[in-house]
């Protein structure tokens, strides 16, 4: 991240949540934190999409109050274990980690895919880099997260009216690093012959990246489809709108059965039509 940019500053970031200006808000999960939930896991559900493909709903969110989590996914192939976006918290990562875990059978290579650069889908990465991770992502979140030295978990707490322990208690011990590997277009990788497409989608952010799976034919959307809730559409204007539409025509031609999109519930792709009126009337608004 980078504290200059006017892109974070005017951003008035620190998370992608859906605007709550909008009481059509559906809270689909609100937080019922058992009490034996670490804090800052949320309440994780797992969703076997394939043997070996997994979507993880719910995971925490500095907005559960609201009732908002942020998801994420793990792809097991051969000989490696492909995780994207690392949930908000140290805790949230290492039950990501741990369900990954169950399935390993040792000497697996290990990947974090990044979907953009906001903090409720990097947070965790730490747990992955300290596992020997290779860390994949846009260029741009190169940009937005190298030098950040603490800096964005204090804009973050600060944000929240969190004192130090208190951001340690829930967020964990972050620590932020760049990317091993970054994209600009879009590009096919072959992980022991599994094919992942990392799709890039600006419009949310202009380091946006999908992943499609062609395998279980899955779309993990990032903060690019937001199902049952407002759009955050903050960190752009109608020219970002009007690109981010583009983007999500392109990725109703996938052939897609499940998409796992950033917030909310596992969804189809109507979903993306939803998206497509939530943007479409934004600009008619403007
Ligand atoms: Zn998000
Ligand atoms: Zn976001």
């Given amino acids: 991240m980078n504290l200059r940019s006017g892109r974070f500053v005017l951003g008035v970031l620190f998370f992608c949540g859906p605007y709550f200006s909008n009481k059509s808000f559906v809270a689909h999960r609100c937080a019922q934190k058992s009490a034996q939930s670490p804090v800052g896991l949320g309440n994780p559900v797992v969703h076997k999409l394939e043997p070996d493909v997994l979507a993880i709903t719910g995971l925490f969110h500095t907005a559960v109050g609201r009732g908002f989590s942020v998801n994420a996914g793990i792809i097991r192939t051969d000989r490696s274990v492909i995780f994207v976006d690392s949930g908000m918290t140290i805790a949230s990562a290492q039950y990501l980690w741990h369900l990954a875990q169950e399935r390993m059978s040792g000497g697996e290579k290990f990947y974090l895919i990044l979907t953009h650069h906001h903090s409720d889908h990097v947070f965790g990465m730490r747990v992955f880099k300290d596992k020997g991770a290779q860390i994949i992502a846009h260029k741009g979140v190169k940009e ?15 944000k929240m ?8 208690e829930i967020l964990g011990d972050v620590i932020i690093s760049t990317p091993d590997q970054v994209i600009e277009n879009d590009e096919t990788i072959w992980i022991d012959g599994d094919e992942i497409v990392l799709l890039v989608t600006p419009g949310h952010v202009s380091d946006e990246i999908c992943v499609y799976h062609p395998r279980s034919q899955t779309l993990f959307a990032g903060d690019a489809i937001y199902e049952g809730s407002d759009l955050n559409v903050s960190f752009g204007g109608p020219d970002e709108w009007r690109e981010w539409i583009a983007q999500l025509e392109r990725l109703k031609k996938l052939d897609i059965r499940t998409i796992v999109p950033g917030h909310g519930n596992l969804c189809k792709v109507s979903e993306i039509d939803r998206n497509i009126a939530y943007l479409t009337k934004k600009l008619q608004a403007n």
């Fill in 144 to 158: 937005e997260l190298e030098n950040d030295n603490g800096r964005y978990k204090s804009f973050i707490a600060e």
């Fill in 161 to 168: 009216g969190w004192d130090a322990k208190k951001a340690d």
